[in-house]
């Protein structure tokens, strides 16, 4: 197996300081993770900047950023499991059965109410139309993704085929790129997630789920991107 010179480092319950990479601070405080998403700092495919750098690309205040994620973390649930801890076996198992069972089933189900709610309410808010079609264009990416994932990539890490895997894992990350600017776009069509005085439940739970999809997935690229793939090849 290749030694990655980019792998972030182990965990530490060292101070948060602001030129420390978002991605380090969600892996080691992934209650942090929340309040990144919160500011839209994408601690995923651009997990190396640090916070100040992050900050800087959205006109934010890093001192506020860092002081709400001390308090999520005084505030914190007892601690999960670091996926940095795992073998790669159990980590992939994990990616799996907590990340890839919740996207084949929540998929179908935002493809079916985006479009009820945009043959409903479309009339009044243009914008719901392009955001089903989004929505439908995001559940044809991740479905192909995760199906790549499954039958070559991961087979591929388990039996450690490093130069089968290489440029396999240089697509996911492409890949994971693209998936994150359709979720930045969704956000955006949506007004991040709000709803209207007017809205019905359908609507309603449209957006909510959809908040909660984004958040799923980001966390689940933040893995594959930040502990998964520095295990088999280097990374900047």
Known sequence: MLESTGTLHAPSEGML???????????DHSECAAVLDRYRIDYCCRGRQSLREACGERSLDPGTILDECELAIRRREPKTTDPRTLTTRQLITDVIG?????????????????????????????????????????STTLIAHLDDE????????????????APMLATM???????????????????????????????????????????????????????????????A
Not at 102 to 110: C, E, M, N
Not at 150 to 165: C, W, Y
């Open 98 to 138: 907590r990340h890839h069972r919740y996207l084949h089933r929540a998929l179908p189900f935002l493809q079916t109410l985006s479009h009820k709610v945009a043959q409903v309410h479309g009339g009044r808010q243009e914008a719901l139309r392009e955001l089903a079609s989004q929505v439908e264009a995001l």
């Open 173 to 235: 990350r492409e890949e994971h790129e693209v998936v994150g600017k359709m979720l930045a776009d969704i956000r955006t069509t949506s007004e991040d997630y709000a709803c209207p005085e007017w809205a019905c439940n359908s609507y309603r739970t449209l957006m909510a789920e959809l908040a909660n999809l984004e958040a799923d997935t980001l966390r689940h690229v933040h893995v594959e991107n930040h502990v998964l793939m520095p295990r088999f090849v280097a990374t």
């Open 150 to 165: 499954e039958r070559t990539l991961f087979p591929a890490l388990l039996t450690n085929d490093v130069a089968a895997a």
């Open 17 to 27: 300081t602001i030129e420390i990479p978002v991605a380090e601070i969600v892996l």
